[in-house]
């Protein structure tokens, strides 16, 4: 079977991929989440005018003449107004927050002004209008500021409060079931064999696909027999996964067992093997309404993969948008590269500031085993298929690891 493309198998990867319900979450817990709907304002902020410093609110007509000495009347606080409104030749004592007395058009801030007793003498003109929050200066209501498919933050989350919301609609969470395969498998923490490994893809990718706004459910690990794999891949479903992830199992030796088993429980396969490097032995699937991604038991062609293309479909499961996920950025490389082959290469490398265009070095070794540069790097370098050989200095693209380093730049 031919090499499937990476653009063309996560463009099948995404197709059709659409968000399946919703659900009111409180701000709380809406941190990440995907809004449903727009959300317009349902009042006006601020809600009157009002003052935004400590002083005196007076009519300018009263400083036609200066020096004005004027009586306080009354005071306004935040959240207390006066108890009238301000008459010629009087001031009102007012602090920040408060809203604005009636009548008044001026506030002179109290740096301004000398008191004494119950009066307060201004000697310089004092203009109109400043130091005034003019209401709905923020927002006003019915105004929608918020739109559907927003990953909302933190900043969000206080918009959102500040225009009267509680609680806001948002995409529910896709849930994704993850499934570790392998004989030679223990978990994190366990007493490990020599010929044993720990199944640390399963940690990784749980953390990627929580962060990227998806539930994580963990099927533990399967061993290398077509039952225990059928076995997983029924508590996937009885979990009501969307998505399930294998990791492992997904090559042509006699121990991959996870096409057969997919195979044997009718799942329809998209394509399997794709012309990437880490990540050649790729496999795409349907299996009734869930999506099945076999991934590469190396770990960091797992967490590869999991970036390049399962992060993308958590977005579009999540009504939000995939393209966050494959933006790519320029840089010129920190070493020389050979000439690549037909795979898409996806470097581990380190990201430097450079004169003008950052510097991304790749790691010498790109073993698909060595988890410790994968920790070290913050950047992928991309090589297209056939890319001739490059030098040191000449440019180059990659994509953030970190997925959060995307999100700036949306
Ligand atoms: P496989 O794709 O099953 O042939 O596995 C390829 C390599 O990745 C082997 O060296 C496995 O031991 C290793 N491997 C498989 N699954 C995991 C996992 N969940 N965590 C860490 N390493 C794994
Ligand atoms: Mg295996």
Known sequence: MALTPVTEALRQILSDAAPSGEELVPLEQ???RVLAAPLAARRDQPPADMSAMDGYAVRQSSLARLPATLAVVDVAAAGHAASRPVGEVEAIRIFTGAPLPENADTIVIQENC????????????????????????????????LPAGRVLGPHDISLAAAMGHGAVSCRT?????ILSTGDELVRAGEPAG?????????????????????DAIDLGIARDTEQALADAIDRARQARADVLITLGGASVG????????????????DFWKIAMR??????????????????????????????IFVLPLIAALAGADPSIYSRRHNAVLGRALPENDQREDYLRAKLSPGESVPV?????????SMLAT????????????????????????????DISASAPLL
């Open 360 to 368: 991304a070095t790749p790691f010498a070794s790109q073993d698909s």
């Open 254 to 269: 006699d121990h991959d067992l996870v096409g057969p088993a997919l195979k044997t429980a009718g799942a329809e396969m």
């Open 114 to 145: 000398s008191r004494s007793g119950d009066r307060i003498t201004i000697t310089e003109p004092q203009p109109a209008g400043r130091h005034i929050r003019r209401k709905g200066l923020d927002f006003s209501a019915g105004r929608t500021l």
């Open 30 to 32: 809406a941190d990440g």
């Open 278 to 307: 880490p990540g050649k032995p790729l496999m795409s699937a349907r299996l009734a309404g869930m999506r099945v991604l076999g991934l590469p038991g190396n770990p960091v062609s797992s967490l590869v993969c999991t970036r």
């Open 374 to 401: 994968l920790a070290e790097a913050n950047i992928l370098v991309i090589r297209p298929p056939y890319a001739p050989a490059a030098s040191a200095g000449s440019s180059c693209e990659f994509i953030y690891l």
């Open 173 to 177: 969470r896709p849930r994704v079931a």
């Open 194 to 214: 020599p010929s044993q490994i720990v199944a640390s893809n399963a940690y990784g990718v749980a953390a990627l696909v929580r962060r990227a706004g998806a």
